[in-house]
C-alpha cells in the first residue's frame, strides 16, 4: 500500500501537501504549530484536518507493519501463494489482515485439529473435490486403532469437523458474511429477568425490555447505552441474521453445481455457521459496533469541550467566588484581577444554619473591603438558595455587582488534586474549589485546563469509554484552545504553559522557575536561556507565547520569531514602524495590500501568501485574545425549582452539553432539562451540534416535568420569543 497516495486520496490533499503533513508530523512537529506557521507546505490545512490526518496515518502504519508481519509469518511456513500476497496488498482493515492470516494462525486444540492430527485432512479434501460418491469406501482407508479412527462413521465426521473450521477460516466468506450482518442484522435486548426488580432496572426498561433493531440503524448512543446495561447485567443482548440467507452464501463458497455430497455439505455448512463462524461474527460486529460508538462520542465530548474552554474571560474584575452548600456552609474566596487570592471565609444562608444576616454582612464586607465586581456561584448542591441570597444581597449593596451562576463540574477533582494541594497549601479543599469557581469565571481556560478533561462533565459515557483515546482527542481540543488564544509567558500558569505546542510539563516547570529567579522573561529570545527549552521546542512553542513586557512589540502577537525579518519588510515596503504597530496606525494596511497585490508583496517580501495574511491580521491587534469576540458570561435574575415548572412556560436557559439525541440546557433550577434532537429545530438535522453548541443562549418551552426522576423535557421550537415577551 502506498500510504502517501492512500491519504491524498481520502483527504483530498494533493500528494506534495500530502508529503509535507507527513514529513512535517515525522520531524517532530506539533499540529497546532503545522496548522499555524506551515500553511503554504500543507495548503492550510486546519488543526482538525491534520489531528483526522495523523490519528489515520498511525493507522496505515500499524496496518502495513502488521501486513509485513503476516506475509512473513505465513512464508516462514511455507504457505505464501501469489493468491495470499495479493489478498493481503488489497487488505484495507486490521480485521481482513487478520481474516486472512485465521487459517495459518497457530490454534488451541479444536475438533479439526484432533482430526487432522488422526491423518484426516486427505479424506476432506476428498469430500470437497465433490466428484467421487463412494465415501463410504474412502473413509474405511483412514480406519486406524492406532490413530483412534475406529469406523468409517468417525473418520467421516473428522473430515467434516475439519471441513467446518475449511469453512470458518475462509478470509472472503467471512467479509461477505460480516456485511451482512452490519446491513441487514438486527439488535436484540431483553430485560434480565433476574435482576428486572433490581435497583436502577428502570432506566433500561421503558426502551429496552424488548429492543429490536437494524444494526446499522442504531444509533450511537444506543450501543453505548446497551453495552452499559449488559456490563451491568441488566440486559441480555444478541445480534440476529436471517440464517437462510447467511447458508446460501456459504453453499455458493463450498458446494458444487451437482455436487453428490450436496447434503452432506450442507449439514457441515450449518455446523460451522452456527457452532464457529456466528459467534465469532458476532463479537466482531460488537466490537465494531462498539469502537464506532466510542469514537462518536469521544468526538462529542471535543465538540462541547471547546466552546466550553473557549468561553469568554470575564477580564479586569474582582470577583468572589461561592461554592454552594448546606450543613457545612458556603465557602467563599475574593480574586483580584489577576486571579490572585485576596481573602476567604465560610458564610451560613442556607439550610439548616440560616444565618442570613450574618452571611449578609460578612459577605458586604469582603465587596466593599475588595470592591468586588462579580459574584461567580458554583452550580451544585445549595445552588437555587444561594442565588436567592445573592440576589436579594445585591439589592441591598452600594456598590453595582453582578453575579453569575458558573459550572462547577471538576472543581472538587482540582480541588483535591495535587496540584491544587500545590498551589493552595494551606487551604482546605473546600476553599480551594471556591477560588476555582471565581476563577473559571474569570479565565476559564487557564482554570479549566487544571482539572482532568474527563471530569469537565460534557459529553456522555466518559467512564466507558477507552480511557487512553479519550485523553489523547481531548488533550488534542485542549492544546488547540490554548493555542489559538495563546499564551502570557510571564503570568501563565505551569499547567497552561505545559499545553503549548512544543512544551511539556517538565519544560513549563523550568519556565515558572526562571520566572522566579530572573523576575519576568522579556523578550522572546530570553526563553533559550530556560533550561531544556531547546531549538526544536523554541521553534514550536515561540509563536505561541506572549511577551508582553518585550521592546519587540511582535513578542505580543502571533507572529513567529522566523518571521519578524519578513514582517519588517513588510512595514518597509508600505513606509511603516513599529511605532505605527503600537500606535495602532495600521487599519489601512489591508487595504494597502489588496490594492499593490497580495501576491506581489508576499513574492517581494518573499513569504507566502497565507503567511503574509496571518502577520497582516496579528499586526492589527497586537495582543489580541480571539476569546474577547465572544459573548460574554450570563448574569441569571429568574429563580425556580423543578416543582414551579409548568408545561407551556417558556424560560431563557444556557446550553451545557450536546449528545447525540439533543442537549442538555441548565434553566436555573438545579437540574439541566432535555431537549430531544427532534424538538431543536424545525427543519431537519442530522446532530444537535449543527445547529448548537456549548454555551449557547437558548429560549426553551417546558414540555414535561417529572418531579421524582427529576426529568425535564424541553423544546426550542416556537421560542423565538424571550420570556419577558411572552
Avoid at 500510504?3 to 500530502?18: A, P
Wanted: negative net charge.
Amino acid at each position: 500500500m502506498d500510504i502517501t497516495l492512500q491519504l491524498s486520496q481520502e483527504f483530498g490533499t494533493t500528494l506534495t501537501h500530502t508529503t509535507n503533513i507527513i514529513n512535517l508530523m515525522d520531524e517532530g512537529c506539533t499540529i497546532p504549530f503545522i496548522a499555524r506557521y506551515r500553511k503554504e507546505l500543507t495548503g492550510s490545512a486546519d488543526d482538525q484536518m491534520l489531528k483526522n490526518f495523523e490519528d489515520r496515518l498511525k493507522y496505515l502504519r500499524s496496518l502495513t507493519k502488521r501486513k509485513e508481519e503476516v506475509f512473513k509469518l505465513i512464508d516462514e511456513q511455507g504457505n505464501m501463494t501469489d493468491e495470499i500476497k495479493k489478498s493481503l496488498d488489497e487488505a484495507l482493515t486490521l480485521t481482513e489482515v487478520e481474516d486472512i492470516y485465521r487459517p495459518f494462525k497457530p490454534k488451541r486444540k479444536t475438533r479439526a485439529s484432533v482430526a487432522i492430527a488422526k491423518g484426516l485432512q486427505p479424506l476432506a479434501d476428498f469430500i470437497l473435490k465433490q466428484a467421487n460418491p463412494k465415501l463410504e469406501e474412502e473413509a474405511a482407508k483412514f480406519v486406524d486403532a492406532e490413530k483412534e479412527v475406529n469406523s468409517t462413521e468417525e473418520a467421516i465426521q473428522g473430515a467434516k469437523d475439519i471441513i467446518a473450521e475449511m469453512i470458518s477460516d475462509n478470509a472472503n466468506l467471512r467479509k461477505i458474511l460480516r456485511e451482512k450482518m452490519a446491513k441487514f442484522g438486527e439488535i436484540h435486548t431483553k430485560l434480565n429477568p433476574k435482576k428486572a426488580d433490581a435497583e436502577g432496572a428502570y432506566v433500561y426498561a421503558d426502551v429496552y425490555a424488548a429492543y429490536k433493531a437494524k444494526i446499522k440503524d442504531t444509533p450511537s448512543f444506543r450501543i453505548l447505552a446497551i453495552n452499559r446495561g449488559e456490563k451491568e447485567d441488566f440486559l441480555k443482548v444478541s445480534l440476529e441474521l436471517n440464517e437462510e440467507d447467511a447458508l446460501k452464501e456459504i453453499h455458493k463458497m463450498f458446494i458444487l453445481k451437482n455436487s453428490c455430497f450436496e447434503e452432506l455439505l450442507k449439514e457441515v455448512c450449518l455446523d460451522s455457521y452456527k457452532r464457529l463462524i456466528f459467534d465469532s461474527i458476532e463479537r466482531e460486529i460488537r466490537n465494531d459496533l462498539t469502537t464506532a460508538a466510542n469514537e462518536q462520542a469521544i468526538k462529542m465530548f471535543g465538540v462541547n469541550l471547546r466552546p466550553l474552554l473557549m468561553q469568554a474571560p470575564l477580564k479586569g474584575k474582582v470577583i468572589l467566588g461561592l461554592d454552594p452548600a448546606y450543613r457545612t456552609g458556603c465557602k467563599i474566596a475574593v480574586i483580584n484581577e489577576l486571579g490572585a487570592v485576596l481573602d476567604t471565609t465560610v458564610i451560613y444562608p442556607t439550610p439548616p444554619q440560616n444565618k442570613i444576616a450574618e452571611a449578609e454582612d460578612r459577605l458586604t464586607m469582603l465587596i466593599e473591603k475588595h470592591d468586588v465586581d462579580v459574584i461567580s456561584i458554583g452550580n451544585g448542591t445549595a445552588t437555587k438558595e444561594s442565588e436567592i441570597f445573592v440576589a436579594n444581597l445585591i439589592k441591598k449593596l452600594n456598590r453595582k455587582v453582578a453575579y453569575a451562576v458558573v459550572n462547577e463540574a471538576g472543581a472538587s477533582v482540582y480541588s483535591a488534586s495535587k496540584l491544587g494541594a500545590q498551589e493552595f497549601p494551606d487551604f482546605d479543599v473546600a476553599l480551594r474549589s471556591a477560588v476555582s469557581i471565581a476563577r473559571r469565571l474569570q479565565d476559564p481556560l487557564a482554570e479549566l485546563i487544571k482539572i482532568d478533561v474527563k471530569s469537565i462533565g460534557v459529553g456522555q459515557y466518559q467512564h466507558d469509554m477507552p480511557q487512553a483515546r479519550l485523553s489523547e482527542v481531548l488533550d488534542g481540543v485542549v492544546e488547540s484552545c490554548v493555542n489559538s488564544v495563546g499564551v502570557d509567558v510571564n503570568t501563565a500558569s505551569a499547567s497552561l504553559l505545559s499545553h503549548v505546542a512544543g512544551l511539556n510539563s517538565s519544560i513549563a516547570k523550568n519556565i515558572e522557575a526562571y520566572r522566579h529567579e530572573k523576575g519576568t522573561i522579556n523578550s522572546r529570545e530570553e526563553l533559550k536561556k530556560v533550561p531544556k527549552l531547546g531549538a526544536k521546542a523554541f521553534e514550536q512553542c515561540a509563536g505561541f507565547l506572549r511577551v508582553t513586557n518585550s521592546k519587540n512589540i511582535l513578542d505580543n502577537t502571533g507572529v513567529h520569531p522566523e518571521a519578524y525579518e519578513a514582517t519588517h519588510r513588510l512595514l518597509k515596503y508600505f513606509n511603516l514602524s513599529e511605532s505605527d504597530i503600537k500606535n495602532g496606525n495600521l487599519e489601512l494596511l489591508p487595504k494597502l495590500v489588496e490594492k499593490e497585490g497580495v501576491e506581489k508583496v508576499a513574492n517581494t517580501i518573499n513569504i507566502g501568501v497565507p503567511t503574509l495574511t496571518d502577520i497582516v491580521n496579528e499586526l492589527l491587534k497586537p495582543g489580541r485574545d480571539v476569546r474577547d469576540e465572544l459573548p460574554k458570561p450570563v448574569l441569571k435574575s429568574e429563580l425556580l425549582s423543578i416543582e414551579d415548572l409548568k408545561p407551556g412556560m417558556v424560560l431563557t436557559g444556557i446550553v451545557r452539553n450536546v449528545i447525540d439525541f439533543g442537549v442538555f440546557v441548565d434553566i436555573s433550577v438545579h437540574q439541566d432539562g432535555l431537549v430531544h434532537i427532534s424538538e431543536i429545530s424545525k427543519d431537519f438535522i442530522k446532530h444537535p451540534s449543527e445547529v448548537l453548541k456549548v454555551g449557547d443562549v437558548v429560549n426553551v418551552k417546558v414540555l414535561n416535568v417529572d418531579v421524582n426522576k427529576k426529568r425535564i423535557s424541553l423544546t426550542i421550537k416556537g421560542c423565538d420569543k424571550a420570556p419577558d415577551e411572552e
